[in-house]
Structure formats: structure tokens, C-alpha cells
């Protein structure tokens, strides 16, 4: 069976870094993208960005770029989303998803994880 | 970056009605290859999201034949044929032609 497990919820103080992970499992990890996405509390869903675990290979949506960094762990089949420096703004809800393949065709996201809770408030 | 428009962001349903969500695009969907890159999802309450239509009008495994996806181009339409208690919950729809991919505002469906 095909899982993504998030860590658990966080509460941080404005200006610390931190740093939330999805473990995979069930497939081969290198070849399906992974892309995380903000849910605001009750708000909509934000694509960030993705990652594709094949050559390491990230895109960011614009408003996001320079403020996260998607990264991955081979050896544990992990992707991971962090910050260098929150702002209150980033309380949110964060999921990875898998999406189905490796190119811009198998774009969807079939298998999400049940979400990272983030609070940021000082 | 691609626009998603969704109509409406509130539908009270009838079990056993039939509804149906609109989503327009402020560009066109349509690839050059002859697919739409649109899906729907769908975030039941305290649920992660779903996905329940892709490439515009293809089920994902597993989901109900009451859900149906159509439109091309800019203007696409998920329709249930007859609502039931569990599809309560945001409907999203997100265009995968370009990256950065987009959601709709989500169309947020209950029963009346």
C-alpha cells in the first residue's frame, strides 16, 4: 500500500526555522514527484512546490520561492519542507502529495499525506 | 499564472439530487497533445483532499460513477448525479498545464 506519513504538528515561534518531513512507502521513491501545499485554516489549497526525487530537481510557485526549501532523503524515502525563518503567516495546514509519475503528463496527485499542522505565533 | 474560477463556493445538495460545480480557467486547458490538464478533488471534513476526476473527465480508482467531469478548453463541469450523505465536503478543482499548478477557490457542498 502506497503511504505518505507526515510529521506531527509543530508550534514555533516567529523568526525560528523548522523543518516537517513525509515518509513514503509502498512504491519506488525516486520515480514519482512529491509536492507539498499550504491550506490556510479555512482557506483554500496553495500549490508550494515540488521536488522530483529522481535527480533532486525542485520548482517553486513564485509565492514561495526564496522563503521554503524542498529537499529529500534517499536513504529513508523522505521528503521534507523547512523554513529558515517563520512568520506568523505560515500558520497553516502542510500536505505532501505524490503525484503520478515523473513527467508533466502524470501531473495529478494521486496519494496525499493526512497533513502537517504549523503554528507559528509568539 | 492560470486563474481558476469556481461557481458556486456555496451548494446546500438534496440527497438524491443531482449537482453540479463549475470551474472556468482565465487561460485554456487544453494541451497541445489533445488532453485537458484539469482534475477535481475532493476534501472531506477533516480529511486530506481526494482525487475524484483528472485530464478533465477521467474517474480515478475507486471513485463512484455518480461523479462525471466534462468541458474543454476553459470551461469545465463535475457533476453527481445523485448526491449522497458522504460527499459532503470542498470541492477543488487545479490546472496542471502549467507549473506552478492552481486550485479553484473550492466549492464548499452540504446537505440542506
Known amino acids: 500500500e502506497v503511504q505518505l506519513v507526515q510529521s506531527g504538528a509543530d508550534v514555533k515561534k516567529p523568526g525560528e526555522s523548522l523543518k516537517i518531513s513525509c515518509k513514503t512507502s509502498g512504491y519506488t521513491f525516486s520515480k514519482y514527484w512529491i509536492s507539498w501545499i499550504r491550506q490556510v485554516p479555512g482557506e483554500g489549497l496553495e500549490w508550494m512546490g515540488k521536488i522530483d526525487p529522481g535527480d533532486s530537481y525542485t520548482n517553486y510557485s513564485p509565492s514561495f520561492q526564496g522563503h521554503v526549501t524542498i529537499s529529500i532523503d534517499k536513504s529513508t524515502s523522505t521528503a521534507s519542507l523547512q523554513w529558515s525563518s517563520l512568520r506568523a503567516s505560515d500558520t497553516a495546514i502542510y500536505y505532501c502529495a505524490r503525484h503520478l509519475g515523473r513527467n508533466a503528463f502524470h501531473y495529478r496527485l494521486d496519494v496525499w499525506g493526512q497533513g502537517t499542522t504549523v503554528i507559528v505565533s509568539s | ?112
Open chain 2, 1 to 112: 499564472d492560470i486563474v481558476l474560477t469556481q461557481s458556486p463556493l456555496s451548494l446546500p445538495v438534496t440527497p438524491g439530487e443531482p449537482a453540479s460545480i463549475s470551474c472556468r480557467s482565465n487561460q485554456s486547458l487544453l494541451h497541445t497533445n489533445g488532453f485537458n490538464y484539469l482534475d477535481w478533488y475532493l476534501q472531506k471534513p477533516g480529511q486530506s483532499p481526494q482525487l475524484l476526476i483528472y485530464l478533465g473527465s477521467d474517474r480515478a480508482s475507486g471513485v463512484p460513477d455518480r461523479f462525471s467531469g466534462s468541458g474543454s478548453g476553459t470551461h469545465f463541469t463535475l457533476r453527481i448525479s445523485r448526491v449522497e450523505a458522504e460527499d459532503v465536503g470542498i470541492y477543488y478543482c487545479m490546472q496542471g498545464l502549467q507549473t506552478s499548478w492552481t486550485f479553484g477557490q473550492g466549492t464548499k457542498v452540504d446537505i440542506k
